[in-house]
Protein backbone atom coordinates (compact mmCIF):
# COMPACT_ATOMS: atom_id res chain seq x y z
CA UNK A 1 0.00 0.00 0.00
CA UNK A 2 1.75 3.35 -1.07
CA UNK A 3 -0.03 6.92 0.01
CA UNK A 4 0.13 9.97 -1.84
CA UNK A 5 -0.99 13.05 0.71
CA UNK A 6 -1.24 16.70 -0.47
CA UNK A 7 -2.46 19.87 0.93
CA UNK A 8 -1.43 21.46 3.70
CA UNK A 9 0.12 24.34 3.97
CA UNK A 10 0.04 28.34 5.99
CA UNK A 11 -3.15 29.67 7.17
CA UNK A 12 -3.82 32.28 9.92
CA UNK A 13 -5.79 31.28 12.67
CA UNK A 14 -9.96 30.90 12.26
CA UNK A 15 -8.81 29.75 8.54
CA UNK A 16 -9.14 26.63 6.58
CA UNK A 17 -7.81 24.03 5.09
CA UNK A 18 -7.61 20.78 3.20
CA UNK A 19 -5.99 17.88 3.06
CA UNK A 20 -6.34 14.53 0.58
CA UNK A 21 -4.41 11.03 0.64
CA UNK A 22 -4.80 8.98 -2.13
CA UNK A 23 -4.54 4.84 -1.93
CA UNK A 24 -2.82 2.80 -4.63
CA UNK A 25 -1.23 -0.42 -4.29
CA UNK A 26 -3.06 -3.58 -2.62
CA UNK A 27 -6.10 -1.25 -1.71
CA UNK A 28 -8.89 -3.98 -1.11
CA UNK A 29 -6.57 -5.00 2.11
CA UNK A 30 -7.19 -1.37 3.44
CA UNK A 31 -9.89 -0.64 6.26
CA UNK A 32 -9.91 2.25 7.86
CA UNK A 33 -7.65 5.50 6.76
CA UNK A 34 -7.05 8.45 8.62
CA UNK A 35 -4.66 11.28 9.63
CA UNK A 36 -2.71 11.78 12.30
CA UNK A 37 -0.42 14.57 13.69
CA UNK A 38 2.89 15.19 14.64
CA UNK A 39 3.57 18.70 16.68
CA UNK A 40 7.39 19.26 17.69
CA UNK A 41 8.53 17.88 20.70
CA UNK A 42 5.01 15.49 20.84
CA UNK A 43 4.25 12.09 19.98
CA UNK A 44 2.05 11.56 16.99
CA UNK A 45 -1.59 11.89 17.56
CA UNK A 46 -4.76 10.20 15.92
CA UNK A 47 -6.51 13.13 14.21
CA UNK A 48 -9.07 11.04 12.69
CA UNK A 49 -9.86 7.93 10.64
CA UNK A 50 -12.27 6.07 8.80
CA UNK A 51 -13.85 3.27 8.07
CA UNK A 52 -14.80 1.46 4.54
CA UNK A 53 -18.21 1.55 6.12
CA UNK A 54 -17.58 5.56 6.78
CA UNK A 55 -17.63 5.00 10.31
CA UNK A 56 -15.68 8.16 11.12
CA UNK A 57 -13.58 8.93 14.55
CA UNK A 58 -12.25 12.17 15.79
CA UNK A 59 -10.02 13.10 18.46
CA UNK A 60 -11.37 15.59 21.14
CA UNK A 61 -9.53 18.54 19.86
CA UNK A 62 -11.13 18.40 16.47
CA UNK A 63 -14.36 17.57 16.82
CA UNK A 64 -16.81 19.85 15.83
CA UNK A 65 -13.89 21.90 13.71
CA UNK A 66 -12.67 19.22 11.04
CA UNK A 67 -14.57 16.37 8.92
CA UNK A 68 -13.02 13.17 7.48
CA UNK A 69 -14.55 11.92 4.14
CA UNK A 70 -13.62 8.43 1.84
CA UNK A 71 -14.66 8.00 -1.67
CA UNK A 72 -14.04 4.46 -1.87
CA UNK A 73 -14.57 4.75 -5.67
CA UNK A 74 -11.38 6.44 -6.12
CA UNK A 75 -9.58 5.61 -2.91
CA UNK A 76 -9.08 8.65 -0.96
CA UNK A 77 -9.35 9.83 2.36
CA UNK A 78 -9.56 14.09 3.02
CA UNK A 79 -9.85 16.22 5.90
CA UNK A 80 -11.51 19.29 5.99
CA UNK A 81 -10.04 21.50 8.53
CA UNK A 82 -11.99 24.66 9.59
CA UNK A 83 -11.70 27.05 12.42
CA UNK A 84 -7.87 26.50 12.66
CA UNK A 85 -5.88 26.99 15.59
CA UNK A 86 -2.31 27.64 16.49
CA UNK A 87 -2.07 24.47 18.63
CA UNK A 88 -3.43 22.66 15.28
CA UNK A 89 0.19 23.14 13.72
CA UNK A 90 1.65 19.88 13.30
CA UNK A 91 3.07 17.31 10.58
CA UNK A 92 -0.04 15.68 9.62
CA UNK A 93 0.56 12.11 7.89
CA UNK A 94 -1.97 10.41 6.16
CA UNK A 95 -2.60 6.47 7.63
CA UNK A 96 -4.34 3.12 6.00
CA UNK A 97 -4.89 0.17 8.30
CA UNK A 98 -4.29 -3.48 7.07
CA UNK A 99 -5.77 -5.79 9.54
CA UNK A 100 -4.50 -9.64 9.03
CA UNK A 101 -5.41 -12.43 11.76
CA UNK A 102 -3.30 -11.55 13.97
CA UNK A 103 -2.01 -7.69 13.76
CA UNK A 104 -2.89 -4.85 11.82
CA UNK A 105 -0.62 -3.29 9.88
CA UNK A 106 0.16 0.58 9.37
CA UNK A 107 0.78 1.72 6.33
CA UNK A 108 2.11 6.01 6.56
CA UNK A 109 2.12 8.41 3.69
CA UNK A 110 4.81 11.63 3.66
CA UNK A 111 4.03 14.09 6.11
CA UNK A 112 2.30 17.57 4.89
CA UNK A 113 3.09 20.59 7.42
CA UNK A 114 0.11 22.70 8.39
CA UNK A 115 0.88 25.85 10.18
CA UNK A 116 -1.03 27.72 11.63
CA UNK A 117 -0.49 31.68 12.42
CA UNK A 118 -1.82 33.41 15.19
Known amino acids: VQLQASGGGLVQTGGSLRLSCAAS????????MGWYRQAPGKERELVAHITTSGSANYADAVKGRFTISRDNAKNTVSLEMNSLKPEDTAVYYC?????????????WGRGTQVTVSS
Open 95 to 107: NAKVPTTWYTYDY
Open 25 to 32: GDISSINA
